[in-house]
């Protein structure tokens, strides 16, 4: 049991370029999430899903697309990276089970992008 | 201003003394309290969860909560050198999504 992972670990792109980051997991679990986690910014939610073919904005979504084909991947999408992309991005999927431990949510390693 | 305020720090403390972490939120909606910890280079992970005011204990880490005052606790005790890390709240209402805490790094020294 992997739980989750991301794919790649670090990546260096040019202003403009763009890139997907994978995130699977194998928990079976509804809902998927993509954040972000700059410096004294905690972690920011870019898109999230709460089910195989749905997705939804979160708080900062402009400049990234999703898209959640199959229920254990989600990707996140960078059309034209911009050096504000810079940052760690982190997925993280839960079960919307019952309380106490009501969306709980498992986090992935990391993604360490840099936009240059 | 931000729903969730917490200290950056770093806070540093001996080994064996008790650590002090806490959190402050605007929302009156919040319903559910957590404390995520989270490792260098590493993703967050769950650490304790509250749903309602007072206090919930395991082992060496003692959550608080106080919805009048919008205000939680997060107190380690006996800290350890495996206790640096940074440690975030995280905040929800009803529904799926939760709203983070910048974080306050802790080291423990030896």
């Known amino acids: 049991n992997a739980g989750v992972t991301q794919t790649p670990k670090f990546r260096v792109l040019k202003t403009g370029q763009s890139m997907t980051l994978l995130c699977a997991q194998d928990?079976?679990?509804?809902?998927m999430y993509w954040y972000r986690q700059d410096p004294g910014m905690g972690l920011r939610l870019i898109h999230y899903s709460v089910g195989e073919g749905t997705t939804a904005k979160g708080e900062v979504p402009d400049g990234y697309n999703v898209s959640r084909l199959k229920k254990q991947n989600f990707l996140l999408g960078l059309e034209s990276a911009a050096p504000s992309q810079t940052s760690v991005y982190f997925c993280?999927?839960?079960?919307?089970?019952?309380?106490?431990?009501?969306?709980?949510?498992?986090f992935g390693p990391g993604t360490r992008l840099t936009v240059t | 201003q931000k729903e969730v305020e917490q200290d950056p720090g770093p806070l540093s403390v001996p080994e064996g003394a008790i650590v002090s972490l806490n959190c402050t939120y605007s929302n009156s909606a919040f319903q559910y309290f957590m404390w995520y910890r989270q490792y260098s280079r590493k993703g967050p992970e769950l650490l304790m969860y509250?749903?309602?005011?007072g206090n919930k204990e395991d082992g060496r880490f003692t959550a608080q909560v106080d919805k009048s005052s919008k205000y939680i606790s997060l107190f380690i005790r006996d800290s350890q050198p495996s206790d640096s890390a940074t440690y975030l709240c995280?905040?929800?209402?009803?529904?799926?999504?939760?709203?983070f805490g910048g974080g306050t790094r802790v080291l423990v020294k030896p």
């Open positions: 928990m079976n679990h509804e809902y």
């Open positions: 995280a905040i929800k209402a009803a529904g799926n999504k939760l709203t």
């Open positions: 509250t749903y309602s005011s």
């Open positions: 993280a999927s839960s079960f919307p089970g019952q309380l106490p431990r009501l969306h709980e949510q498992y």
